[in-house]
């Protein structure tokens, strides 16, 4: 059995010149309060590209005291300190910045925090009014910053969360461990915060401080990582446990009962309800058949995406996956449905989460770009027909409809421009860099970054838009996948379309309807993607009614309206009984894959040890 009561991790990257000095030093303080045999030092080498390995093994061959743990792989510094705390011996687990940075005359101090059993945590502080740090004012003004908004999102009451010079017992930080989640810069933030939230006893004291080194602001690091790592844990903390399944189901009630509130300003919601009351229940029973018949046609097309990226899935399993994942964006807010997918493939197939949102991406790209067509298509055809002063006299308000539906109308078409622009974009940025060696994540983030976290963003980046840019490189799979996009969206229409022949006072060629259809669905759903609504109406409600009424001025606004929240209607309940059915077949509860799938994080293969 060990006697080792205090393993001191210093987590290096490429520190060639300071690590030996660092370790002598950290093992002298030790010695001086410390009986021999009760402590380690463990260089956590993060997968270095300098000397710093060979100085590390040399050191730990020579010294019983020192250890050496080196990872292939850069695992961020927290991936690579919780790498060090799960192997180290002792009780007592304490990490500080190899620039020692922090006056060592405080080491003991902090170790004794801890090892005495007084605290759980220990942390040391630049900020607080006892002590002495030499900041510039540049740095001082980050760190400011970036306490300041801590406290404020997170509710800690600690004054510095970043100091590097942390003590934990074992036992505190087995119980905190899994539930971080930052493999970062903001690893002991998170770890300091979430053991506030516990009621772990935790002690912050004055440090003499000095920088070694000059910083600066980092986009990669302090924006994208720190902030959004902020925001992540404030809204797992403070905002995920309040959204349960009786709050989505009021919040949507609501939403609902506002925006039929505000349609009477405008509508007359007892003729809406009259023309739904007065379709044909035939033509709407057909329309829900033939919206039931794209879903295997969505499988299909989950399937050869998943093929391309190497994984081989049956389209009756993926069908119902979508299902599933379709009734959770209905059901929860902020399509959190999307992760449940990924959930789903992985805890039943074993498909790692990088892979099923990069999937799944590649079908929403595909979505967008055949609606863009379709829309762009019909458009065309009005201009070349002369039709199209109709639907300029409408969006100018100048054709009888009323204004709130001419304002959403127009909204709506300049959302839809923009989506279907940034779709074009996108097919066309990833079809180019798939057939492109050039590093494109990799050299944008380092212009953007200097920092070391800068490769911990782009390796995260690489993986997740590699597969993607698998399925755009091959052209047969970007025809097929394109051409099943092409048939799901046609039977979207034609549900559509089923819906409006079945209300009466509908009287028009039917050519004349086919492609009306095509260009208010294809409008509709681009401007839902992003949550605009101009007099509280939905922007595909609005888009579909003014688009039908402009193309077709014998179909009253009313009518046009009631086929639209009959479309929806038919949709939703195909997709939730769908949804019911495949939970039940795949024995997957919704609310528990939409809790797992926040952890998307893909375990990567554990890092050679060399010790």
Not at 104 to 119: A, D, Q, T
Not at 267 to 283: K, N, Q, R, T, Y
Not at 548 to 554: D, K
């Amino acid at each position: 059995m060990s006697d080792v009561e205090v393993s001191v991790v210093l987590p290096a990257y490429n520190e060639e010149a300071t690590i030996e000095r660092t370790v002598e030093v950290t093992l002298s303080t030790l010695a001086d309060f410390l009986p021999a045999g009760a402590f380690e030092v463990i260089v956590a080498e993060d997968g270095c590209e300098d000397r710093t390995p060979e100085i590390a093994s040399r050191m730990a061959d020579a010294d019983e005291r020192v250890r050496h743990l080196h990872s292939d792989e850069r695992l961020g510094r927290g991936g690579a300190l919780e790498f060090a705390f799960d192997r180290a011996a002792g009780d007592t687990l304490v990490y500080f910045d190899t620039d020692l940075a922090t006056d060592m005359k405080h080491l003991e101090e902090l170790v004794e925090s801890v090892r005495s059993g007084e605290y759980d945590l220990a942390t040391g502080s630049r900020w607080m009014p006892e002590n002495r740090a030499d900041r510039p004012p540049k740095r001082a003004v980050s760190s400011l910053g970036y306490n300041t908004l801590v406290r404020l999102f997170l509710r800690s009451d600690l004054q510095d969360h970043q100091c590097g010079f942390k003590a934990v017992s074992r036992e505190a930080y087995e119980a905190l461990a899994d539930d971080v989640q930052d493999d970062h810069w903001f690893w002991d933030t998170e770890l300091l915060v979430r053991a506030q939230r516990m009621d772990y006893r935790i002690r912050e004291f004055p440090v003499d401080w000095e920088p070694k080194g000059d910083t600066k602001v980092d986009l990669v690091r302090d924006v994208f990582g720190m902030g959004s790592q902020i925001l992540r844990t404030w809204w797992q903390l403070s905002v995920s446990p309040r959204i349960t399944r009786r709050v989505s189901a009021v919040g949507g009630f609501v939403l609902v009962f506002v925006a039929l509130a505000l349609m009477t300003l405008y509508l007359d919601p007892g003729e809406v309800l009259d023309a739904i009351g007065g379709a044909d229940p035939v033509l709407v029973g057909a329309s829900a058949v033939v919206y039931l018949l794209s879903w295997p046609l969505r499988g299909l097309r989950y399937r050869d995406i998943l093929d391309e990226i190497g994984y081989h899935e049956r389209t009756g399993f993926l069908t119902g996956a979508i299902f599933i994942s379709q009734t959770g964006n209905l059901v929860f807010p902020a399509r959190l449905g999307d992760g449940v997918r990924a959930y789903v493939v992985k805890a039943r197939r074993a498909i790692p989460y990088a892979s099923g949102f990069a999937s799944l991406a590649v079908e929403r790209v595909f979505d967008l770009l055949t609606i863009t067509a379709l829309a762009g298509s019909v458009l065309l055809g009005l201009v070349a027909t002369g039709n199209a002063a109709d639907l300029q006299a409408a969006l100018a308000g100048s054709a009888g409809i009323g204004g709130e539906q001419a304002q959403s109308g127009r909204t709506a078409l300049v959302v839809a421009s923009a989506v279907g622009a940034a779709a074009v974009a996108a097919v066309v940025l990833i079809v180019l860099s798939a057939r492109s060696e050039t590093n494109y994540v990799r050299a944008g983030l380092s212009r953007l970054s200097s920092d070391s976290y800068a490769d911990y963003v782009a390796d995260t980046i690489e993986r997740f838009v590699g597969d993607i840019q698998t399925v755009a490189g091959d052209g047969r799979a970007f025809v097929r996948v394109g051409a099943s996009s092409l048939a799901i969206w046609t039977l979207d229409v034609v549900t559509a379309l089923l819906v409006l022949l079945a209300f009466d006072g509908v009287s028009a060629p039917l050519p004349t309807l086919i492609a009306v259809s095509f260009f208010a669905v294809s409008v509709g759903n681009l401007a839902k993607v992003l949550p605009l609504s101009p007099g509280g109406i939905g922007l595909y409600e609005g888009a579909f009614t003014l688009l039908v009424v402009a193309l077709v001025p014998s179909i009253a606004p009313t009518t046009a309206l009631g086929a639209a929240i009959v479309d929806h209607a038919v949709k939703n309940a195909v997709t939730i009984v769908g949804g019911v059915v495949s939970m039940a077949w795949l024995n997957v509860s919704l609310t528990t894959a939409v809790e797992e799938s926040r952890d998307a994080t893909d375990v990567e293969p554990e890092a050679p040890v060399h010790d």
